[in-house]
């Protein structure tokens, strides 16, 4: 983070970035280590949501204090859709493998399109279909339902509305950072997450708490509190000011790859040809999905040619 009045460059910014793909990447392995602890996805997401709101509030409190109406109402809405997005998520992660749950769940890039066309009338461009049939291949491949026959598991379902809870949260997000602050909402994504959490686990999830093993959860919850959901959000806003959109979108794009390479090296599950085929189209559709790649050729291979003229 820098002090008041320090530069960034754009090289900086964007190793900044790559670490934030990683540390998101990473959450995935441990939010499962959690549940191997027998710690319902409740109390996981109400845990996070607190040790998040505490830290936001510790370094950003004269910003929090300072909160106007509208910003805790634009706030109070984005962590809903936040809230609702973890929660699926995690609780898909009971029942699929970290890799299935961060490329399915990345899928979102490819319907913020769609949902554009559904309420402001844009019709995709043609890019967009190639895009959904390649997510699609991805999909089928990825969950095994080529070989198994058509039978998605529930976890790889919980994943898909993820996508689709993700990609209306992320719409909302394009007007929420323009009329609040970001200290605001990241202090609110946590708090309510947190107080959601907390009615989710004592109305559904009360019957589990006297099975978790706390000892083994303590450690990964903690890391995902303070570094895959705060350090994660802090560095991200700090650095991404400092790199253009195209650039920083190409980074975080590899927090699916992340999450299946940290998965398989704590040998939460195996490298198998499923994952790095269908992964892969998965990456390429949301690549296809979410830039003009004729712009990046123009930008990084034209315009860098030893044979351009001037």
């Not at 895959?228 to 790859?257: M, P, R």
């Amino acid at each position: 983070m820098l002090k008041p009045g320090g530069i960034m460059t754009s090289a900086r910014a964007n190793r900044n970035l790559v670490l934030v793909a990683l540390l998101w990447g990473s959450s995935y392995t441990f939010i499962k280590m959690v549940i191997a602890a027998q710690m319902p996805p409740a109390v996981i997401n109400t845990l996070r949501g607190l040790i998040s709101a505490t830290l936001v509030y510790l370094f950003f409190h004269k910003v929090v204090k300072t909160m106007t109406w509208q910003e805790f109402k634009i706030g109070a809405i984005c962590a809903i859709f936040n809230f609702i997005v973890v929660q699926l998520q995690s609780t898909g992660l009971e029942f699929t493998t970290p890799s299935n749950c961060s490329f399915i769940t990345s899928a979102y890039v490819i319907l913020l399109p769609l949902i554009a066309w559904l309420f402001y009338k844009k019709v995709p461009p043609l890019k967009i279909y190639l895009a959904m049939g390649l997510c699609m291949a991805g999909m089928l491949i990825l969950t095994g339902v080529l070989t198994n026959g058509f039978k998605l598991h529930i976890g790889d379902i919980l994943m898909m509305l993820t996508a689709i809870f993700f990609a209306f949260q992320m719409t909302y997000y394009g007007y929420a950072t323009k009329h609040a602050r970001p200290q605001v909402i990241a202090f609110q994504l946590g708090f309510i997450q947190a107080i959601c959490g907390t009615l989710y686990t004592f109305t559904i999830d009360s019957h589990q708490l006297a099975h978790i093993d706390w000892l083994a959860a303590a450690g990964p919850v903690l890391y995902l509190g303070v570094i895959a959901t705060f350090a994660a959000q802090v560095i991200q806003v700090t650095s991404q000011k400092y790199t253009d959109t195209v650039t920083a979108g190409l980074i975080l794009i590899t927090e699916s790859l992340f999450a299946s390479l940290i998965s398989v090296v704590f040998q939460v599950e195996p490298l198998t040809q499923h994952l790095v085929i269908g992964g892969s189209l998965i990456i390429l559709a949301t690549v296809i999905a979410q830039f003009d790649l004729r712009g990046v050729l123009a930008r990084y291979v034209v315009k860098g040619h030893p044979f351009r003229h001037s």
